[in-house]
């Protein structure tokens, strides 16, 4: 079993910056591929961002691709989105995933374990 704990989230204004975290337990961190999603009432869940366990390959959503980056740091167990240029849109609940494989991906079905999501909200 892997544990994933979301922090970071929370209220900000358009234009603004939040950066995610994500820590996870239960398994080697470095064996581990990890995935951003997020959800709004009455959508599916949707990709944000993929890094490989390497961190050597990511990919992001169009949607957000030059304003969010993901990465990770093995000596920590953790997992990050930065997201910068934030707009009314990225408005969401935050899940990050994780699943046993060299490479991410886009798929949410893909991915076996779930954190329990967190919050962000952008005004504008």
């Known amino acids: 079993q892997v544990q994933l704990v979301e922090s970071g989230g929370g209220s900000v204004q358009a234009g603004g910056s939040l950066r995610l975290s994500c820590a996870a337990s239960?398994?080697?961190?470095?064996?581990?591929?990890l995935g951003w999603f997020r959800q709004t009432p009455g959508k599916e869940r949707e990709f944000v961002a993929g890094?490989?366990?390497?961190?050597?390959?990511?990919e992001s959503a169009d949607s957000v691709k030059g304003r969010f980056t993901i990465s990770r740091d093995n000596a920590k167990n953790t997992v990050y989105l930065q997201m910068n240029s934030l707009k009314p849109e990225d408005t969401a609940v935050y899940y990050c995933?994780?699943?046993?494989?060299?490479?991410?991906?886009?798929?949410?079905?893909?991915?076996?374990?779930w954190g329990q999501g967190t919050p962000v909200t952008v005004s504008s």
């Open positions: 239960g398994r080697t961190f470095s064996s581990l591929s």
């Open positions: 995933a994780a699943r046993e494989s060299y490479d991410w991906y886009s798929g949410p079905r893909d991915y076996p374990y």
């Open positions: 890094i490989s366990r390497s961190g050597g390959s990511t």
